[in-house]
């Protein structure tokens, strides 16, 4: 029988197969070679003490033990006794498309962009030509918005679903094995499209279907049911059940169901700009030493305050990162933020935002419940016409926090440019005040982040969906459309990749037990 036990390591130790091996047989005390196999469950570190200690969970097999590796993958079908058609192939459209075929449903994937090898060419002519395509960009295309931005797998919804099924998913499909035991699991940008592309193989060998360049622009509806989906190439298509899955940037899905009078509801968000350093600094920071050394990580960080009466905190922090356009209209610009899988980039970028809530999008309550998106989109194009292009407007920080315009600006990894601007004429008094407070507060917790070698890069606005699609708790269902299953961060019930993954899986577990309902009742 194997033995689970916790390690306390140096990085040097942890890093070493052989030193963990030693550790294990002196807390056993048993010889080294009597150990057969160490499966490694968690890693973590503790970087607040004056040294820093890695913590390993541990399954450890002796000699003559089974050794047994409790991987958690679908168990997919050929045969399938119905269909779901499936609208975007994000994280949430490829676990809900695998969850139907491990439950004998045909998935039907309608993608409005394009696979993720041709989808590469448009980000490039993003960063090289300032263009974007309106359907292939950073956020639309095979595998969403996580594909080109980073690939966290940072979630907190473990009592939603099964993140481990999601983990070893992933793993099958090429992805390093670590992120299965890591506390703060990360891919990378430079690795996520070929597992895109082998779980959508994956999923076509399994029968499924996926079209590419396939925009939902009208659905039929009639008697409380979606009949059928109309795609803006003409094609009609009859459906039997449908998983909304677009993301949170397909705005027209939301312009479509306010249209057709479907139920949706303006729900808050956060807004703001990516705050960029180099990732020396963060490393000399957060591991209280002038150099990391080759045994730790690109340090990271989690800042979180109340200013003014609202949530100020950090988003999606990219070590060695980069900070990439995020904008899907010709007249916006959007910024987000990503990481290689190695992070060895010399700069290092957050989110940095500020709660958005139901009273600061009064001005446009005449757009009922698009009256958040209606406030996100003017900001974006704020931004948009203070340089006249996707070149970002910028401020360092310590003159943003002074309300001075910066004379210079330093290097920066957003490859489209930077001009520099009053982000205060960009965004609402309301963020900036907070965002002041909130950067002087982060100076304290995190002695030289309050520096003005560090830059301010607007805006960050597609933090979450501005639109909620309501559906029941139980049945996962829409409440006037029975056959329609809004799912994902698009839909307001996700917020990244593994949440969305788990959202896909239960959206189709949902729909399973309403056909299976079904077939008894008749």
Known sequence: MSTILQLKLTPKEASEAT??????????????????????????????????????????????????????????????????????LGPAGIYAAFQCL????????????????????????????????PESNYCYGEGGAGTYSDGKLYTRSTKRGNVKKVLDTFVQHGADEKIAYEAQPHIGTNKLPKIIARMRQTILDHG?????????????????????????????????????????????IFYLLQKRDILIEAKPFALGVRIE???????????????RGKYLPPASYKLVTQ??????????????????????????????????SARNGPYSNSGLVVEVKPQNWQTYASAGSLAALKFQEEIEKRAFNATGSIEAPAQRVEDFIQNRVSSTL?????????????????????????????????????????????????????????????????????????NLYPCGEGAGYAGGIVSAAIDGMRCAEALQIRSSEKSTQA
């Open 19 to 88: 030193s963990i091996r030693e550790a294990v047989a002196q807390i056993l005390q048993l010889p080294v070679n009597s150990i057969a196999h160490i499966e490694l469950l968690r890693k973590s570190m503790d970087a607040r003490g004056r040294n820093i200690i890695i913590n390993l969970k541990v399954e450890v097999f002796l000699e003559g033990e089974e050794i047994k590796r409790n991987t958690d993958l679908f168990k997919l079908q050929k045969q399938h006794e119905s269909t779901c058609h499936i609208i975007g």
């Open 102 to 133: 491990e439950q004998g449903i045909k998935p039907i994937i309608f993608e409005r962009g394009k696979p993720v090898n041709e989808r590469i060419h448009d980000i490039a002519a993003i960063n090289k030509q300032r263009l974007i395509h």
């Open 208 to 252: 499924g279907e996926i079209y590419f360049g396939k925009k939902l622009s009208d659905i039929i509806v009639k008697d409380g049911q979606i009949k059928t989906l109309v795609c803006e190439d003409g094609s009609e298509h009859p459906c039997e059940q449908v998983i909304l899955a677009t993301g949170h940037s397909a705005r027209d």
């Open 277 to 291: 350093h180099s990732q020396e600094l963060i490393d000399s920071i957060q591991y209280n030493k002038p150099e």
């Open 307 to 340: 200013a003014c009466g609202r949530g100020v905190f950090s988003f999606c922090m990219c070590p060695g990162g980069v900070i990439a356009s995020a904008s899907t209209g010709q007249n916006e610009t959007v910024v987000n933020g990503w990481s290689s």
């Open 410 to 482: 330093p290097r920066t990894s957003y490859q489209p440019g930077i001009t520099s601007r009053d982000l205060s004429e960009i965004l609402p008094s309301f963020i900036t005040e907070s965002m002041r407070d909130g950067l002087v507060e982060f100076g304290r917790k995190m002695k030289g982040y309050r520096t003005n070698n560090a830059i301010l890069v607007g805006v960050e606005s597609r933090t979450s969906s501005p639109v909620r699609i309501p559906r029941d708790k139980e049945t996962l269902q829409h409440p006037q459309i029975s």
